[in-house]
């Protein structure tokens, strides 16, 4: 069967959206993850001493198999590469979790608490943000899509 001009404008539309929609949600969960590796000294919640734990963070497609890792210097210094993660978040596909996690044995005890000591919360509190963000990046891609 025979598509028209206006099935064919359609059908460009609605793969347009959905191009749209995994950039939103690609663009949201790299925002969320800079907001979660947001240093205190920089105005977040990631705790840093030495950087093993902000450069802990791992990511995968589905289910990941994360083992925690000690810190191998605990006197060094470890810097954070975001390409690694960015790659995962860019290769996902609209139906595909993506799952992040830090293996740094004392990440939980970091983010929530141990033995009297309060935690930063740095995973919750990123997350609690990705409604805002979403519909952040939503506005932007709108106003793009209006030039």
């Given at each position: 069967?025979?598509?028209?001009?206006?099935?064919?404008?359609?059908?460009?539309?609605?793969?347009?959206?959905?191009?749209?929609?995994?950039?939103?949600?690609?663009?949201?969960?790299?925002?969320?993850?800079?907001?979660?590796?947001?240093?205190?000294?920089?105005?977040?919640n990631?705790?840093?001493?030495?950087?093993?734990l902000?450069?802990?963070?791992?990511?995968?497609?589905?289910?990941?198999?994360?083992?925690?890792?000690?810190?191998?210097?605990?006197?060094g210094?470890?810097?954070?590469?975001?390409?690694?993660?960015?790659?995962?978040?860019?290769?996902?596909?609209?139906?595909?979790?993506?799952?992040?996690?830090?293996?740094?044995?004392?990440?939980?005890?970091?983010?929530?608490?141990?033995?009297?000591?309060?935690?930063?919360?740095?995973?919750?509190?990123?997350?609690?943000?990705?409604?805002?963000?979403?519909?952040?990046?939503?506005?932007?891609a709108?106003?793009?899509?209006?030039?």
């Amino acid at each position: 069967m025979a598509q028209g001009p206006f099935a064919a404008s359609v059908g460009d539309w609605v793969a347009a959206t959905q191009q749209r929609m995994d950039a939103v949600r690609k663009e949201s969960a790299q925002r969320v993850v800079e907001i979660m590796q947001t240093p205190v000294a920089k105005g977040g919640n990631m705790p840093v001493k030495t950087g093993f734990l902000r450069a802990s963070l791992q990511g995968a497609i589905g289910q990941g198999a994360f083992t925690g890792r000690v810190n191998p210097n605990p006197e060094g210094a470890f810097g954070y590469d975001a390409a690694p993660i960015s790659l995962i978040i860019a290769g996902a596909k609209p139906s595909d979790a993506i799952t992040l996690s830090y293996v740094a044995v004392y990440a939980a005890a970091a983010n929530y608490g141990s033995r009297g000591r309060a935690g930063r919360q740095f995973v919750g509190l990123a997350a609690q943000q990705w409604q805002r963000v979403v519909s952040e990046v939503a506005a932007e891609a709108q106003q793009r899509a209006a030039r």
